[in-house]
């Protein structure tokens, strides 16, 4: 488990899957109102937990985050719930409405569109994006103090790749859409008709850096580098 410091108190723990060529990514944001965005599948929650067990005390945690309802988005999220007794589940209000709810221990925080809170020092905004990456009940969440996007899995990256970085990801990205496109995963991302109008909300917020579940984050023209998303996304997956 790699962990790294992608932002000030904003921690990645990485894991590389050789067999699938590729990295899962956890964060921890450092606050007062702890909170994990992703938690990787269960089988991994004893290496997560020890990766923030570096950082905090996992008893603390506040916030267990997640954009949709699958096994590297919330797999652990009970072992989370169970370890710290003032966590709670946080989605998307549909999220926590069709599946969170009945599935965690705990209710979730279920977040509406353009929906804001605060850890801390960090102020966060939940944007809701229907189908984007991918399940009806899919969102992003915005950290507005340090403009940094955390895009589940948009930008998937695959390999072995750094960190960070402040070079372009966008060849990468494209590479592996178009690499998903020919395996068994073809409809990894959907394309809908309301994939542009999605791209287009996140990228109104002119996020400074973009941080995916799997590959680097990285800094730049986040408004850019999405409308390029949708350009790549609009070039490869619809036939
Ligand atoms: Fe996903
Ligand atoms: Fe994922």
Avoid at 18 to 28: A, G, M, S, T, Y
Avoid at 56 to 73: C, K, M, Y
Avoid at 138 to 158: K, P, V, Y
Avoid at 198 to 218: E, R
Wanted: proline share 6%.
């Amino acid at each position: 488990m790699n962990i790294s410091e992608i932002a000030p108190d904003v921690y990645r723990f990485s894991i590389f899957v050789p067999e699938i060529n590729l990295r899962f990514n956890q964060f921890l944001v450092k606050d007062e109102e702890p909170l994990l965005f992703h938690t990787g599948m269960k089988g991994i929650f004893p290496l997560v937990r020890e990766a923030v067990a570096k950082i905090i005390n996992p008893s603390d945690l506040r916030w267990v985050g997640f954009s949709h309802f699958e096994a590297d988005e919330c797999g652990s999220l009970n072992e989370w719930l169970e370890i710290a007794p003032n966590a709670a589940p946080l989605c998307s209000l549909v999220g926590a409405m069709v599946s969170v709810n009945d599935f965690a221990s705990r209710p979730a925080k279920g977040l509406t569109d353009g929906e804001t809170f605060s850890t801390g020092k960090y102020n966060f905004r939940f944007v809701q994006t229907p189908h984007l990456p991918h399940c009806w009940e899919a969102g992003s969440l915005f950290e507005e103090t340090s403009q940094t996007l955390f895009c589940s899995d948009l930008f998937h990256q695959n390999g072995d790749v750094e960190a960070f970085t402040e070079s372009d990801v966008m060849g990468n990205v494209r590479e592996s859409m178009i690499a998903m496109q020919s395996s068994p995963f073809a409809d990894y991302m959907p394309y809908t008709n309301s994939t542009e109008r999605n791209l287009q909300k996140l990228a109104a917020l002119n996020p400074q850096t973009i941080v995916p579940m799997h590959g680097s984050a990285f800094s730049g023209d986040g408004a850019q580098a999405l409308r390029d998303l949708g350009i790549v996304m609009r070039e490869v997956l619809v036939t």
